[in-house]
């Protein structure tokens, strides 16, 4: 059975940090590619950072200098370092496994000003 669990979310200031995990489970982690997307209240889902097998990454040009994707193959977990936080990162983010669709069931950020 595949899982795609995030963790740590919360409630942070305007220019605070935060780091998600999402620890992955039931795949070959280190063969494949994960994303992390976000949904905020009324908008559709969108691409925030990918990585690939090679470590090589893609980010939304609104996260661009802010967030960092990484990724641990020891410990099944693709990280999102998340600095510099604003108001309009405010939303559900979500893992996700390319190759097979799989998503994990979201953690939510909240960014207050």
């Known amino acids: 059975q595949v899982q795609l669990v995030e963790s740590g979310g919360g409630l942070v200031q305007a220019g605070g940090s935060l780091r998600l995990s999402c620890v992955v489970s039931g795949l070959p982690f280190y063969v494949h590619a994960f994303g992390w997307y976000r949904q905020a209240p009324g908008a559709q889902r969108e691409l925030v950072a990918t990585?690939?097998?090679?470590?090589?990454?893609n980010y939304a040009d609104s996260v661009k200098g802010r967030f960092t994707i990484s990724r641990d193959n020891a410990k099944s977990t693709v990280y999102l370092q998340m600095n510099s936080l604003k108001p309009e990162d405010t939303a559900v983010y979500y893992c996700?496994?390319?190759?097979?669709?799989?998503w994990g069931q979201g953690t939510q950020v909240t960014v207050s000003s």
């Open positions: 990585i690939d097998t090679e470590r090589i990454t």
């Open positions: 996700k496994n390319h190759l097979y669709g799989y």
